[in-house]
């Protein structure tokens, strides 16, 4: 950022945000607004904080992803969230990927 250096960039990074992209899809605790990730990331920037989650829910997911055992998250990835986004979305679910 030597070229700018009165620049300031914010890294946004939410997980699942209700759009027109995934048919606005109704808000839970993995899914939130955008105007819920945007006051979110206004608050995160206020406080001094450059790379936000746009909500304390997606920032506890990122936790877990980083935290959790790869094969605990895939499981618990696979079992519930993978089957009702694809009920949800009348869509036929992926193949489960085999593990060595």
Same mark, same amino acid.
């Given at each position: 950022m030597n070229e700018y250096p009165k620049l300031d960039i914010t890294l946004l990074k939410p997980a699942e945000v209700s759009t027109g992209m995934n048919n606005n899809r109704s808000l839970d605790i993995f899914t939130i607004s955008s105007?819920?990730?945007?006051?979110?990331?206004?608050?995160?920037?206020?406080?001094?904080?450059?790379?936000s989650n746009g909500s304390w829910n997606h920032t506890i997911q990122a936790w877990l992803y980083l935290t959790v055992p790869s094969w605990l998250y895939m499981t618990i990835w696979e079992k519930f969230v993978v089957a009702d986004f694809c /009920?949800?979305? /009348?869509?036929?679910?992926?193949t489960p990927i085999e593990r060595y």
């Open positions: 105007e819920d990730s945007t006051s979110g990331m206004m608050h995160d920037i206020e406080r001094g904080i450059r790379i /009920k949800e979305r /009348k869509i036929t679910p992926p």
